[in-house]
Every structure is written in C-alpha cells, then in structure tokens.
C-alpha cells in the first residue's frame, strides 16, 4: 500500500469519526426571557456545547415595543467558558422594523437576521456567531446587556443550533 493510499484511507477514516460523533440532524436550544425593572434591559442564558466535532451557531434576538423601537441597538455582551474564561464585546445591531423588513425583501435569501412581528411588537434575531467548534465541552454563559434610552426593548433571548459537522481539508495529499 502507498503512503498516498495510507494518508486517503486514514483521512477517510478520521472524516467517518468526526461525522459519527455528531449529533445525527440539527440540534436547537433557544431561552427567551422578558425584562423586569429587577432585570432591567438584562439577561443571562446558560446553554451547553458539549460536542467538539460539530459546529454551533448562536443567535441574539430581541423583542421591541412595534413603533417605538430605535434605527439600531447596542448590546455589552459577556461570554464565560465552562473553565471561567470570560470573552467580552460590545456589538450594534439595526433595529429599525422597517428598514429591516425592506432589507428582507429585498434580500430574501438573507439569513443572518430575521424579523416577526404582532400588531403590539416585533421580534428580530441577528446571527450573533456562526461556525463555532467550541474548544471546551460543557456549560457557557452570555450575559447580554443593551443600551435602550428609549425603553422599547421588552426582552431578549438567544438560540443555539447544532448539527453542522467539522469538514476535512479538502487537500488530503
């Protein structure tokens, strides 16, 4: 046997492994929460990427009193590993129900935002992360806080989806 037949049939092997380990179809958790004056325009979400072979998709999304929501959102996010490590950012998001709906029709095949309403409010989901293969298994937390002066966000939430498995390098010479 070639050393190039050796390598093919190793990587081979090591592809059927990483499709294996993952979970068979796409796997979703999703949390929403409604803010309180407790809370104020906070919100904390525990969710578990336990699997390394797949790859994870997590999304922000947030509820909006319709007709008063602000052109765009900024959010303080904070995320803490399974062993304590703490990664933070601050992001903007549009916001804008119109802007964002017209977006949308325009660009139908557009899927990193998302938007839903009633006649009293509206819901938008942004892609916060997509193509995560998280380095620890276990337990993460993300602390979402926004910046709203004009009181019109009502709660926030978030949705993980899994199912995506890890790709070989195409290259396997």
Request: aromatic letters at 8%.
């Given at each position: 046997?070639?050393?190039?037949?050796v390598h093919t049939r190793l990587s081979a092997i090591l592809m059927c492994a990483a499709i294996a380990a993952c979970s068979v179809g796409e796997d979703?958790?999703?949390?929403?929460?409604?803010?309180?004056k407790e809370s104020g325009?906070?919100?904390s979400f525990s969710f578990v990427m336990s699997d390394s072979a797949c790859v994870y998709t997590v999304d922000l999304m947030a509820r909006f009193i319709k007709g008063q929501g602000p052109e765009s959102v900024t959010a303080d996010i904070?995320?803490?590993?399974p062993s304590g490590i703490t990664g933070t950012e601050t992001v903007t998001l549009p916001?804008?129900?119109?802007?964002?709906?017209?977006?949308?029709?325009?660009?139908?095949?557009?899927?990193?935002?998302?938007?839903?309403?009633?006649?009293?409010y509206y819901d938008i989901r942004w892609q916060y992360r997509s193509g995560i293969i998280p380095q620890e298994s276990g337990t993460w937390t993300m602390n979402v806080s926004f910046r709203d002066s004009t009181g019109s966000i009502t709660g926030a939430g978030i949705i993980i989806t899994s199912g995506g498995q890890m790709t070989p390098n195409d290259d396997i010479d």
């Amino acid at each position: 046997m070639t050393s190039k037949s050796v390598h093919t049939r190793l990587s081979a092997i090591l592809m059927c492994a990483a499709i294996a380990a993952c979970s068979v179809g796409e796997d979703t958790q999703s949390q929403f929460q409604d803010f309180t004056k407790e809370s104020g325009q906070k919100a904390s979400f525990s969710f578990v990427m336990s699997d390394s072979a797949c790859v994870y998709t997590v999304d922000l999304m947030a509820r909006f009193i319709k007709g008063q929501g602000p052109e765009s959102v900024t959010a303080d996010i904070i995320i803490v590993s399974p062993s304590g490590i703490t990664g933070t950012e601050t992001v903007t998001l549009p916001s804008d129900y119109s802007g964002i709906s017209r977006y949308l029709r325009e660009n139908p095949s557009e899927k990193r935002i998302d938007i839903a309403g009633t006649t009293s409010y509206y819901d938008i989901r942004w892609q916060y992360r997509s193509g995560i293969i998280p380095q620890e298994s276990g337990t993460w937390t993300m602390n979402v806080s926004f910046r709203d002066s004009t009181g019109s966000i009502t709660g926030a939430g978030i949705i993980i989806t899994s199912g995506g498995q890890m790709t070989p390098n195409d290259d396997i010479d």
